[in-house]
């Protein structure tokens, strides 16, 4: 009867354990279809998410490196059925690696982690474009990377403003140094009196700007036929030709000095010239001459030599600004010792002259006194340089001459200036005596001076006194011989 019962109760705990399992497997597909649903749902934001992006985004396969995953931005249209990388992104047959040109995958494979590359990309016209390539490993179980995430930023605009403002940069530079050494070239002008001092300076500044590694200054000689060499740069090359050997104008430097501007020459070492080149002279291989031109006339030349690469119209320029400075500096070192010449003559005329010769300012302030001032009135030199000149005038007469001397200054007017007048001056001893003054008045930029010429007139007034008295001693004899002639005939009638 138990059997029974056992055999009875059996099918039903079968059937209960079966409609349990079949409610297990019931909630497990619907799970399954939740969670399908659910990964439906986060692949189709994930698509959301990723067609939103308006730069490429890749997932590729390490091993064949094909496209695994695009977003529109990425594949642009293309199918990306059996589709690798490096024909998706580069338009190639075979992957990238060059050393210019890195694979990101091996980069992500042997590092591990992620990593940043520039890449070049082309569209699927092949037009190029700059990215910035940023590459993220996938892990399997075992840590070992399978696939790569690629997810990139077009920085074509980027880098071509950097590119320009780079390109800005370095031409500002060029400039800042053009200028620094058109600077240095016209402060030699001001700074060196000597020519050849001026010279080297503005050619080490002009070869050091151009990248020039030689190079020479020579002046014309008095015939114009021959130049006569100032000094050579040989810039570390072997030169065995004698500095006083003759250099023609002819060949290329006379190119120079007949058109009047620089000319060049990048292939010297080929051209016709060399023929006039003397034995033992550096190998040039290229060439720049600028004249040095005063008045539209050349009178020297600079000369530039081996510059790496060759000479630009550009360099030519400089040169020709270069060459406008040594024509002025020389300029300037002629009338200088012009200059030097005439005032040696006019000191030499000034000193040697017996009447004194006196400068002042327009204070009245003596800034000149010649040797013969000092004879006149008694002061040296030194005494009298920087002295008031109302020092050689009466006390009487020195109101009137500060008078003089404000009206002057003031108009530029003088009523005695281009007169020879007489007036009475004051020795050193505190003598007075006669003389006769010309003055002249002359202004410059650091304002009106005065010039007199004075002589003492102390024998001439003396020999005119004696004169005078001699005359007036005739004449009293004379009246008085006709006045015994009348008393003589009254006393006859």
């Known amino acids: 009867m ?94 990238c690696g060059s050393e210019d040109h890195p694979c990101l995958i091996d980069r992500v494979k042997r590092e591990k982690k992620p990593v940043t590359l520039e890449h070049v990309h082309r569209d699927k016209d092949g037009n190029p474009g700059i990215f910035e390539v940023h590459g993220y490993p996938i892990f399997d179980d075992q840590g070992n990377v399978v696939q790569m995430i690629e997810y990139c930023l077009d920085i074509t605009e980027r880098k071509q403003t950097d590119r320009k403002l780079y390109d800005a940069l370095e031409e500002s530079e060029s400039r800042q140094a053009e200028i620094a050494a058109l600077l240095e070239g016209s402060r030699a002008v001001l700074k060196y009196q000597e020519f050849q001092d001026a010279a080297r300076a503005i050619f080490d500044s002009c070869k050091d700007l151009i990248g020039a590694t030689g190079g020479y200054v020579a002046l014309l ?145 003596i800034i000149f006194w010649n040797h013969g001032a000092e004879n006149v009135f008694g002061y040296s030199v030194e005494e009298a340089v920087g002295m008031s000149v109302t020092a050689i005038i009466p006390e009487r007469f020195r109101e009137p001459h500060r008078k ?51 002589r003492d007139i102390t024998q001439r007034k003396t020999e005119e006194v004696r004169k005078a008295a001699e005359e007036e001693l005739v004449e009293q004899r004379v009246l008085s011989m006709r006045s015994d002639r009348l008393r003589s005939l009254g006393e006859m009638a």
């Open 2 to 95: 138990k059997n029974a019962d056992k055999l009875k109760k059996q099918p039903t705990n079968e059937l209960a354990e079966l409609r349990r399992r079949v409610a297990e497997l019931e909630a497990l597909e619907e799970e399954h279809k939740q969670t399908d649903k659910k990964l439906q749902q986060q692949n189709e934001f994930l698509n959301i998410v990723l067609e939103s992006l308006s730069n490429p985004f890749y997932v590729i396969d390490i091993h064949d490196l094909s496209v695994k995953m695009a977003n529109s931005a990425a594949h642009q249209g293309e199918t990306l059925e059996n589709v690798t990388c490096y024909s998706l992104l580069h338009k190639l047959n075979e992957p």
């Open 221 to 365: 000689k008095t015939g114009r036929e021959e130049y006569d060499l100032l000094f050579l740069e040989s810039g570390g090359l072997p030169c065995d030709v004698d500095p006083s050997l003759p250099m023609p104008v002819r060949g290329l430097r006379e190119e120079a000095y007949n058109a009047g501007r620089s000319v060049y020459d990048n292939d010297f070492h080929k051209s016709e010239w060399m023929k006039y080149m003397p034995e033992g002279h550096m190998r040039l291989d290229n060439v720049l001459f600028a004249p040095l031109r005063i008045g539209g006339q050349a009178v020297g030349l600079l000369g530039l030599g081996n510059k790496p690469g060759g000479f630009t119209e550009d360099d030519a320029g400089l040169a020709s600004a270069f060459a406008e400075f040594a024509a002025i500096a020389h300029h300037n070192s002629q009338t200088l010792e012009s200059l030097e010449n005439s005032e040696q003559r006019f000191r030499s005329v000034v000193e040697t002259a017996t009447d004194a010769i006196i400068t002042a300012n327009s204070s009245g302030d």
């Open 404 to 454: 003089g001397i404000s009206r002057v200054a003031s108009t530029g007017k003088s009523n005695i200036a281009g007169q020879t007048v007489e007036l009475v001056g004051l020795k050193k001893n505190g003598g007075e005596f006669p003389i006769e003054l010309s003055l002249a008045t002359w202004e410059v930029e650091e304002g009106r001076f005065f010039t007199a010429i004075i």
